[in-house]
């Protein structure tokens, strides 16, 4: 059985036969990548009996022998396989043991026969074939080079200080195993070679711009002719097409995400050598005759420039942020503390375009962020201090359905779980995927918040207060994982109450009352800056001398001089910033975002026993109320005096509980997603959309409740003969009137949850909303031809459900609300008479206070929204 030696990178490692080796990204292969082109389990080598053979494993990117992309590669010495581009990408070479013979014309010829030729078993194998040189052995090999650490998943043993972190394989000489891997750029340019685009670094691909090309696809499919791997990119997303006169055009392909030129949304456009064109987290620039890739991989520069924020307080101005600027290191862990009402959440909203601070800038790698807000917001993860997710779902279900909100229409599910898989393992919640959320630790539910940023795999992660309310046992290991974010090649900027952990943080900011910088530097000199022995001391001292002039302190120090410095001296725009910023594109279509928003609400309501059990006893009950009320004529005419007062408390009692079952659905649904819709507004989700899938599955439960209310109370009543529209079925047109009302009282439940700010307030206001329906019916005392009463009466729901109802008894006639003296005839309320035109009035009435309660709602819920995404 004969070995195979794999070179990559100058280094050699032999192969045995009697095992496999595994490729991919994921920590624990044998052969780890850090390249984002492959796959977490891309391929494995072994050796089959009869030949070495590599098999992909359905990577994304693709393994390519010869140019060509193929699942099953046969493996010689001389062989050449690309892993994830077959011009560029992670390249494995195979020769033979130095030992054994093998064929200088497979080792130099055509690496396409070499790749792709089939072995028969039994036949003499090629390395037998011709005696062999002596393969050198490279210098890598004598001395080894210090390598760059690998991916390593979080409760791998960390690296101790002194000691080399190149990983090896033990037993076998010459073994690697590979750091980060990007697509070979030569250092010194060759004549005719365009120099790499200025600002941006050493480029991850590079394409030559032949003679004749006159059209370049970019896109996440393997037919394109750059392919990104990348699923913020849809499968066909932009075209460079060159014109007749020699310029290019960047092209649009009705992508999800859109494109970028320079920062700014674009549908067509000309494209010159210093344009940026961004496509997901790549970039390319034209340069000379080639077109450059650079990735976004993590390894980015952040700063804040004399951020300031005011607001309008008792006729002036109060300053919640007071120009701070500081610069925040790639790949590290900041923490930022202060006493209350220092700024720290200001900060945050600012820092991450949520509310743009009035002056100052905020730089994501030198570019503005609140002008390019529709391109970077992909970079940027957000945690908000309440959970993100809906709890009653598991973990797996609760990242698909927001990956489905995420990622372009176009992305496949089994992309999508794969993308689910990696971010489970390496935040360790792969063994937690089927509990659901409400089951696991503070510390366990706050990586699962951490969990869904992380899908879309942002270089900047902003957290707030993530340790609030947990033990100091979570508290240190939520800030454990946030030092592995970090670690992995992530800026981490966490706000928090809690000092324990500082030691793991690289950089700390103190925020001093009045919202300005009292210092900004290593965590381990902060007290010693102050001079004090605690942080308690520290934050006692701030409210002790508010008059203290902490900024000016900072700035006088050398820890100013040495962090800050150089930032403050960078000029800010001095004009108050005008908040114009593009809203960003949603990466999917109206009717997905609805189907998947529907999808999961209903998988929210199905995981709650409880909510269905009530949402079916409260009708039962309340229709069951109604006909403990004796009568001797039902809710017809009494014969000989023609009247029923009764039918008329009857219908008030039906039209209380329609409004009090269909409004306590839905009082509380949008202020309990308060934060999961801020987040997920600000990556694109639809107002509208996310509003009708509440409208849709709500009505569908007040349309049942009011249905079965209808059914229980007029069941047992006896009705008249005939109804005015459906003739043989008056219960029928009366239960329409009713279900009506339910979803109005429905819809006023969601106007009430939008208007509120917490919780609490919502049952005071259930309540006192029932109770103004129950007056207003009209069937308690007189509203009609009472001036301004009677027009208030038009906007409570209650009063046009009764009066649909009462159309088909004739309940003006049978039972009218103002007591006379026979034989004068009583004052008719127009709004119960006896015919269908009435009948139909009141549907129609109910129906447009439904509509424009959903109109008013979608008001109400852009307060609760980035400031961005306002305009949407």
Same mark, same amino acid.
Not at 304 to 322: Q, S, Y
Not at 434 to 446: E, F, P, V, W
Not at 562 to 569: F, I, R
Not at 626 to 643: E, F, M, N
């Given at each position: 059985?004969?070995?195979?030696?794999?070179?990559?990178?100058?280094?050699?490692?032999?192969?045995?036969?009697?095992?496999?080796?595994?490729?991919?990204?994921?920590?624990?292969?044998?052969?780890?990548?850090?390249?984002?082109?492959?796959?977490?389990?891309?391929?494995?080598?072994?050796?089959?009996?009869?030949?070495?053979?590599?098999?992909?494993?359905?990577?994304?990117?693709?393994?390519?022998?010869?140019?060509?992309?193929?699942?099953?590669?046969?493996?010689?010495?001389?062989?050449?396989?690309?892993?994830?581009?077959?011009?560029?990408?992670?390249?494995?070479?195979?020769?033979?043991?130095?030992?054994?013979?093998?064929?200088?014309?497979?080792?130099?010829?055509?690496?396409?026969?070499?790749?792709?030729?089939?072995?028969?078993?039994?036949?003499?194998?090629?390395?037998?074939?011709?005696?062999?040189?002596?393969?050198?052995?490279?210098?890598?090999?004598?001395?080894?080079?210090?390598?760059?650490?690998?991916?390593?998943?979080?409760?791998?043993?960390?690296?101790?200080?002194?000691?080399?972190?190149?990983?090896?394989?033990?037993?076998?000489?010459?073994?690697? !195993?590979?750091?980060?891997?990007?697509?070979?750029?030569?250092?010194?340019?060759?004549?005719?070679?365009?120099?790499?685009?200025?600002?941006?670094?050493?480029?991850?691909?590079?394409?030559?711009?032949?003679?004749?090309?006159?059209?370049?696809?970019?896109?996440?499919?393997?037919?394109?002719?750059?392919?990104?791997?990348? =699923?913020?990119?849809?499968?066909?997303?932009?075209?460079?097409?060159?014109?007749?006169?020699?310029?290019?055009?960047? %092209?649009?392909?009705?992508?999800?995400?859109?494109?970028?030129?320079?920062?700014?949304?674009?549908?067509?456009?000309?494209?010159?050598?210093?344009?940026?064109?961004?496509?997901?987290?790549?970039?390319?620039?034209?340069?000379?005759?080639?077109?450059?890739?650079?990735?976004?991989?993590?390894?980015?520069?952040?700063?804040?420039?004399?951020?300031?924020?005011?607001?309008?307080?008792?006729?002036?101005?109060?300053?919640?942020?007071?120009?701070?600027?500081?610069?925040?290191?790639?790949?590290?862990?900041?923490?930022?503390?202060?006493?209350?009402?220092?700024?720290?959440?200001?900060?945050?909203?600012?820092?991450?375009?949520?509310?743009?601070?009035?002056?100052?800038?905020?730089?994501?790698?030198?570019?503005?962020?609140?002008?390019?807000?529709?391109?970077? !917001?992909? !970079?940027?993860?957000?945690?908000?201090?309440?959970?993100?997710?809906?709890?009653?779902?598991?973990?797996?279900?609760?990242?698909?359905?927001?990956?489905?909100?995420?990622?372009?229409?176009?992305?496949?599910?089994?992309?999508?779980?794969?993308?689910?898989?990696?971010?489970?393992?390496?935040?360790?919640?792969?063994?937690?995927?089927?509990?659901?959320?409400?089951?696991?630790?503070?510390?366990?539910?706050?990586?699962?918040?951490?969990?869904?940023?992380?899908?879309?795999?942002?270089?900047?992660?902003?957290?707030?207060?993530?340790?609030?309310?947990?033990?100091?046992?979570?508290?240190?290991?939520?800030?454990?994982?946030?030092?592995?974010?970090?670690?992995?090649?992530?800026?981490?900027?966490?706000?928090?109450?809690?000092?324990?952990?500082?030691?793991?943080?690289?950089?700390?900011?103190?925020?001093?009352?009045?919202?300005?910088?009292?210092?900004?530097?290593?965590?381990?000199?902060?007290?010693?800056?102050?001079?004090?022995?605690?942080?308690?001391?520290?934050?006692?001292?701030?409210?002790?001398?508010?008059?203290?002039?902490?900024?000016?302190?900072?700035?006088?120090?050398?820890?100013?001089?040495?962090?800050?410095?150089? %930032?403050?001296?960078?000029?800010?725009?001095?004009?108050?910033?005008?908040?114009?910023?593009?809203?960003?594109?949603?990466?999917?279509?109206?009717?997905?975002?609805?189907?998947?928003?529907? !999808?999961?609400?209903?998988?929210?309501?199905?995981?709650?026993?409880?909510?269905?059990?009530?949402?079916?006893?409260?009708?039962? +009950?309340?229709?069951?109320?109604?006909?403990?009320?004796?009568?001797?004529?039902?809710?017809?005419?009494?014969?000989?005096?023609?009247?029923?007062?009764?039918?008329?408390?009857? =219908?008030?009692?039906?039209?209380?509980?329609?409004?009090?079952?269909?409004?306590?659905?839905?009082?509380?649904?949008?202020?309990?997603?308060?934060?999961?819709?801020?987040?997920?507004?600000?990556?694109?989700?639809?107002?509208?959309?996310?509003?009708?899938?509440?409208?849709? +599955?709500?009505?569908?439960?007040?349309?049942?409740?009011?249905?079965?209310?209808?059914?229980?109370?007029?069941? %047992?009543?006896?009705?008249?003969?005939?109804?005015?529209?459906?003739?043989?079925?008056?219960?029928?047109?009366?239960?329409?009137?009713?279900?009506?009302?339910?979803?109005?009282?429905?819809?006023?439940?969601?106007?009430?949850?939008?208007?509120?700010?917490?919780?609490?307030?919502?049952?005071?206001?259930?309540?006192?909303?029932?109770?103004?329906?129950?007056?207003?019916?009209?069937?308690?005392?007189?509203?009609?031809?009472?001036?301004?009463?009677?027009?208030?009466?038009?906007?409570?729901?209650?009063?046009?459900?009764?009066?649909?109802?009462?159309?088909?008894?004739?309940?003006?006639?049978?039972?009218?609300?103002?007591?006379?003296?026979?034989?004068?005839?009583?004052?008719?309320?127009?709004?119960?008479?006896?015919?269908?035109?009435?009948?139909?009035?009141?549907?129609?009435?109910?129906?447009?206070?439904?509509?424009?309660?959903?109109?008013?709602?979608?008001?109400?819920?852009?307060?609760?929204?980035?400031?961005?995404?306002?305009?949407?």
């Amino acid at each position: 059985m004969p070995q195979l030696v794999l070179e990559l990178n100058g280094q050699r490692r032999v192969l045995e036969p009697g095992r496999s080796y595994t490729i991919g990204r994921d920590p624990n292969s044998d052969l780890t990548f850090d390249d984002a082109r492959v796959s977490w389990r891309h391929a494995t080598i072994s050796f089959t009996g009869a030949a070495w053979q590599l098999d992909d494993h359905g990577s994304t990117n693709g393994t390519f022998a010869g140019g060509t992309r193929t699942l099953h590669v046969q493996l010689f010495p001389g062989s050449v396989v690309n892993l994830g581009n077959p011009e560029n990408g992670p390249r494995l070479s195979f020769s033979a043991p130095a030992a054994a013979p093998a064929a200088p014309a497979e080792a130099a010829g055509s690496i396409h026969e070499a790749t792709t030729r089939r072995v028969t078993p039994g036949a003499p194998q090629p390395w037998a074939a011709q005696p062999q040189p002596p393969v050198q052995q490279p210098a890598a090999q004598q001395a080894p080079a210090q390598q760059p650490p690998v991916q390593q998943r979080w409760d791998a043993p960390t690296p101790q200080p002194g000691f080399p972190q190149q990983q090896s394989f033990p037993g076998e000489p010459g073994e690697f !195993r590979t750091g980060p891997q990007h697509a070979p750029v030569p250092q010194q340019a060759h004549p005719g070679q365009a120099a790499p685009a200025p600002g941006l670094g050493n480029p991850t691909m590079v394409r030559s711009l032949t003679a004749g090309m006159r059209t370049i696809r970019i896109g996440r499919a393997l037919d394109n002719d750059i392919v990104v791997s990348d =699923l913020q990119v849809s499968r066909h997303h932009a075209e460079l097409r060159q014109l007749a006169d020699g310029r290019w055009e960047i %092209v649009d392909l009705g992508s999800h995400n859109g494109i970028f030129l320079n920062g700014q949304p674009v549908q067509r456009q000309l494209m010159g050598p210093q344009d940026r064109l961004t496509v997901g987290h790549s970039s390319f620039v034209l340069v000379g005759d080639q077109l450059q890739e650079f990735v976004d991989t993590g390894a980015v520069t952040f700063s804040a420039h004399h951020l300031t924020v005011e607001v309008d307080h008792k006729g002036g101005k109060k300053v919640l942020l007071n120009d701070v600027s500081f610069s925040v290191p790639e790949k590290s862990l900041v923490a930022v503390i202060g006493p209350s009402g220092s700024g720290k959440s200001t900060l945050l909203r600012a820092l991450t375009g949520y509310r743009p601070a009035d002056r100052g800038e905020v730089r994501y790698d030198g570019r503005n962020l609140y002008k390019q807000f529709a391109e970077l !917001r992909s !970079r940027i993860g957000l945690v908000p201090q309440s959970e993100i997710l809906h709890k009653e779902l598991t973990v797996r279900s609760g990242l698909k359905y927001a990956a489905r909100l995420r990622f372009p229409g176009d992305t496949e599910p089994a992309e999508r779980e794969r993308r689910i898989d990696e971010v489970l393992y390496e935040l360790r919640l792969d063994k937690r995927a089927d509990n659901r959320i409400t089951a696991l630790s503070g510390g366990q539910q706050k990586r699962v918040s951490v969990a869904l940023e992380l899908l879309t795999k942002p270089s900047l992660i902003f957290l707030d207060e993530p340790t609030s309310g947990l033990d100091p046992g979570m508290d240190r290991e939520v800030m454990q994982t946030l030092r592995g974010l970090a670690d992995d090649g992530r800026t981490v900027l966490v706000v928090t109450h809690s000092v324990a952990e500082l030691a793991l943080c690289d950089r700390l900011l103190v925020m001093a009352p009045g919202g300005s910088v009292a210092y900004f530097g290593p965590p381990a000199e902060a007290l010693h800056f102050f001079g004090y022995e605690t942080w308690a001391d520290v934050f006692q001292a701030f409210e002790n001398y508010p008059d203290h002039d902490w900024a000016g302190r900072y700035r006088g120090s050398v820890h100013y001089q040495e962090y800050s410095a150089n %930032v403050d001296a960078v000029a800010a725009q001095s004009a108050p910033n005008v908040h114009t910023q593009v809203r960003p594109p949603k990466p999917q279509s109206w009717g997905s975002q609805l189907w998947t928003l529907i !999808r999961r609400y209903l998988a929210v309501i199905a995981s709650d026993k409880g909510f269905i059990a009530l949402s079916l006893l409260l009708p039962l +009950v309340l229709g069951g109320v109604s006909t403990v009320i004796p009568d001797k004529c039902g809710l017809a005419a009494c014969a000989g005096s023609g009247r029923n007062d009764v039918a008329r408390m009857i =219908l008030l009692v039906v039209a209380f509980g329609a409004c009090l079952s269909g409004s306590a659905n839905s009082v509380r649904e949008l202020i309990k997603e308060r934060a999961i819709y801020e987040r997920e507004r600000a990556t694109g989700l639809s107002r509208s959309a996310y509003l009708m899938s509440k409208i849709i +599955v709500l009505g569908a439960i007040s349309f049942v409740q009011g249905g079965l209310i209808s059914a229980i109370a007029f069941k %047992v009543r006896t009705l008249p003969a005939e109804g005015l529209i459906f003739t043989h079925s008056p219960a029928l047109e009366m239960s329409i009137g009713v279900i009506l009302l339910s979803f109005t009282s429905m819809m006023f439940g969601l106007a009430i949850s939008s208007l509120v700010k917490t919780a609490e307030k919502t049952m005071p206001l259930l309540v006192m909303f029932a109770i103004v329906q129950m007056v207003m019916t009209g069937a308690i005392f007189q509203l009609f031809d009472k001036p301004g009463l009677e027009q208030l009466a038009w906007l409570m729901p209650a009063r046009w459900g009764v009066a649909a109802s009462g159309n088909t008894l004739d309940l003006a006639h049978i039972s009218p609300v103002v007591a006379v003296r026979p034989p004068e005839q009583p004052p008719i309320d127009p709004l119960w008479d006896h015919s269908a035109g009435h009948m139909i009035l009141n549907w129609i009435a109910l129906i447009v206070l439904s509509t424009g309660l959903a109109f008013a709602i979608q008001r109400f819920q852009k307060r609760h929204e980035p400031d961005v995404m306002q305009k949407g």
